[in-house]
Nanobody, 118 residues
Framework: QVQLVESGGGLVQPGGPLRLSCAASGRMFGIYDMGWYRQAPGKQRELVAT???????NYADFVKGRFTISRDGAKITVYLQMNSLKPEDTAVYYCGARGYGDNTMTSWGQGTRVTVSA
């Protein structure tokens, strides 16, 4: 079992930056992929960015060039640097993880809220 705890959300003005962190603990052996999803009010949860243990990244088209995902050397903390934020980026951002052989994320954090507003 993997525990994930997100932090770093808050209120930011349009065009501003924000950095999210996801601290992982527990049985990290076998974790293949970690990343960020988000869910806006009235919408389904959607992929934002993920990164495998090998460093392969996957970004949603709507964040390419604005958001950057990274992991620390020990691969137990995942970051999401968000720049040039837009009001439509407002959502609850969730950290997820999956193991080898899993088709979808199997562990989730509690989420951190990001509000982009003037």
């Amino acid at each position: 079992q993997v525990q994930l705890v997100e932090s770093g959300g808050g209120l930011v003005q349009p065009g501003g930056p924000l950095r999210l962190s996801c601290a992982a603990s527990g049985r990290m052996f076998g974790i293949y992929d970690m990343g960020w999803y988000r869910q806006a009010p009235g919408k389904q949860r959607e992929l934002v960015a993920t990164m495998t243990t090998g460093g392969t990244t996957n970004y949603a088209d709507f964040v390419k060039g604005r958001f950057t995902i990274s992991r620390d050397g020990a691969k137990i903390t995942v970051y999401l640097q968000m720049n040039s934020l837009k009001p439509e980026d407002t959502a609850v951002y969730y950290c997820g993880a999956r193991g080898y052989g899993d088709n979808t994320m199997t562990s989730w954090g509690q989420g951190t809220r990001v509000t982009v507003s003037a």
